[in-house]
């Protein structure tokens, strides 16, 4: 009980694709400010948000994570990691939520100013009917959503500049805390140096953006600069890489063979996209010219990626619905170091979530949770396909434990 008492745990939502120098200086300086004595990472499993298979499988990158100073790395549920920004964080905000014995957040921003950031959150929280109008308005004017929604801030004087990557997802993880009434303190952590997307190296920190394009292209004297070592030494063991474009044979037959109005229900196929994707698909055997006949301003490439996903895992409108997908109903464990084990003894009492440490090990007879642990089990043997891994890994795999 005093061991309890005297704990302050932190949270991280991440992808970690792949755990950089970038992921260690924010946690130091989260755990830090926070004056936090745990910590706990939320990450995301074989796909990402951006609709693209993970560099390497959860369980690489949580030890990545883990060896580098996570105390505890959980899986993010996995609709809600293949999710548009808003899904991502409000998936992850309630899987740390069930948890009950999180204290904070900390999340990256490239404006360090959480004061302006909870102001725009509560507005688009309460979606006043004028800002429902404009961003219809934009909506109908064929942009994409994020961008209708900026343009909307901007119209209505709640935004003067442009927001940048992390501060999109900071507000919507903002947002998310306030509709579910969490008492959690989120932080903001200033983002340095080298930009979301930036393919620089600065001082020894570097996007993951540019960490990916390095390793594609083998400039392993750079990755190795932009990684803890220990973290680097499990990227360059790796035999390979998964890339969707792999999946791109499977796509073009299940798109040009699937009923028209079973690839009308999937989810995000709205407003002809379709069409899109049916008339790309028979132009062209080529991933990238695939690509690009479908992208449009309406249709920007992560949510076409994530449509594409959607089609592999076959998760349609109707199964969202029906097994409550928007809702986490487990946890997965990837990674734990001694004081990570103390939060898996805690959160085995006080989470309202079942936590899944090996899953052959685990029963349920819950149809939407069993439903659910499959959609994931799915997800993990199409990436198993993407990275020329072994199949099956999910059932098998147990949690990495630092000694």
Not at 33 to 38: D, L
Not at 186 to 207: C, D, F, N, Q, W
Not at 289 to 306: D, G, H, N, S, W
Request: with cysteine; hydrophobic share 40%; charged share 25%.
């Amino acid at each position: 009980m005093n061991l309890v008492k005297s704990m302050k745990i932190l949270g991280i939502i991440a992808e970690y694709n792949p755990f950089h120098n970038g992921h260690a200086l924010h946690l130091r300086e989260s755990m830090a400010q926070s004056h936090a004595t745990h910590s706990l990472a939320i990450m995301s499993g074989p796909f990402v948000q951006r609709g693209e298979p993970a560099l390497l499988d959860p369980y690489k990158r949580a030890r990545m994570a883990v060896d580098s100073g996570v105390n505890l790395v959980l899986e993010m549920p996995l609709f809600a990691a293949i999710s548009s920004a808003e899904g991502f964080a409000a998936g992850s905000i309630k899987a740390l939520e069930a948890l009950n014995v999180v204290d904070c957040l900390a999340f990256g921003s490239e404006s360090h100013d959480l004061e302006q950031l909870m102001g725009i959150s509560r507005q688009l929280a309460s979606e006043s009917p004028q800002f429902k109008v404009t961003l219809k308005h934009y909506l109908d004017q064929g942009h994409s959503f994020m961008k209708a929604r900026e343009n909307t801030l901007m119209d209505l004087g709640i935004l003067k500049t442009s927001l940048k990557s992390n501060d999109i997802l900071g507000l919507e993880y903002l947002k998310a805390l306030e509709q579910l009434g969490s008492a959690m303190t989120p932080m903001t952590i200033k983002r340095h140096k080298v930009g979301y997307h930036s393919l620089a190296l600065e001082e020894g920190l570097a996007s993951a953006t540019a960490i990916r394009k390095w390793h594609e292209e083998g400039r392993w004297e750079y990755i190795e600069q932009a990684m803890p070592m220990k973290a680097y030494e499990i990227l360059r063991q790796a035999k390979h890489h998964a890339l969707l474009s792999r999946a791109y044979p499977l796509i073009r037959y299940t798109l040009l063979t699937m009923d028209k109005s079973t690839l009308a229900s999937l989810y995000e196929i709205r407003e002809g996209l379709d069409n899109r994707l049916l008339k790309a698909a028979r132009a062209t055997a080529d991933f990238g010219e695939f690509m690009a006949k479908v992208l449009t301003k309406r249709y920007p490439r992560t949510r076409i990626q994530r449509v594409l996903v959607y089609l592999l895992l076959q998760i349609t409108s109707e199964s969202v619905h029906t097994f409550d997908l928007k809702e986490p109903k487990f946890l997965r464990v990837l990674g734990a170091d001694q004081k990570g084990l103390e939060l898996l003894g805690l959160f085995q009492k006080k989470s309202t979530l079942p936590l899944i440490v090996k899953e052959g090990d685990f029963t349920s007879r819950d149809p939407i949770l069993l439903y659910q642990l499959e959609l994931g089990r799915r997800a993990q043997d199409l990436h198993s396909i993407l990275s020329q891994e072994p199949w099956g890994r999910d059932y098998r795999n147990s949690p990495y434990i630092k000694p």
